[in-house]
């Protein structure tokens, strides 16, 4: 008997979809005749053209993607023997990168944004946090009810002549704290070539 009920359940949704695709919109004024045709193919897009962005849908500055790759790697690369993730993010805070090597676990990269994330928020290193939350109140506040941010070492801002335009942030050092040191390698790697 359930069969039968979802069975009923999907036509009727799949019929109602079918039936909303065809009504035209209210009170938008719909072309005479049948478009099929009348409009020709999309002329195709260059290889190497970026795709449409939506109106709505910003680009906020940051590293560029070629240089936090490098950077990533040579946070890597100095913290060799350990299971690191590196998190590169963007002026407003999105992602730019992730980077998780082989036998990394994706905890680190997501520990590694909230450093990040810390980071950008102060426009300090990350573990400087507890200072500054002990001094404002409202910081504090913010801080506290937000679990993207952390009181670790391993996050810096990525600051060019003069503005914070992302961060970078190592998670998975280990105990002896030398995150901070992995974050300062890879920015060091690339930092007189951030624009």
Do not use: W
Request: charged residues 15%; glycine residues 12%; aromatic residues 6%.
């Amino acid at each position: 008997m359930k069969p039968l009920i979802y069975s009923a359940l999907a036509f009727n949704l799949v019929s109602g979809a079918a039936a909303l695709a065809q009504t035209p919109a209210a009170g938008v004024p719909q072309p005479a005749g049948d478009l099929q045709g009348m409009l020709g193919p999309t002329p195709p897009r260059a290889p190497d053209a970026p795709a449409p962005r939506g109106p709505d849908m910003t680009v906020a500055r940051g590293p560029a993607i070629d240089l936090a790759y490098e950077a990533a790697k040579a946070a890597i690369a100095s913290c060799a023997g350990k299971h690191i993730g590196v998190a590169i993010i963007d002026q407003t805070g999105r992602p730019k990168l992730y980077y998780i090597p082989d036998g990394s676990s994706g905890d680190h990269a997501f520990m590694a944004f909230r450093k990040a994330n810390t980071a950008l928020l102060i426009k300090a290193p990350s573990e400087q946090i507890v200072a500054r939350t002990a001094a404002d109140k409202d910081l504090a506040a913010k801080v506290y009810s937000n679990p993207n941010y952390i009181s670790f070492g391993g996050g810096l801002p990525i600051i060019v002549k003069g503005e914070v335009i992302g961060a970078i942030g190592v998670s998975g050092g280990g105990p002896e704290g030398i995150d901070t040191g992995c974050a300062v390698a890879g920015l060091n790697a690339v930092q007189d070539r951030l624009k």
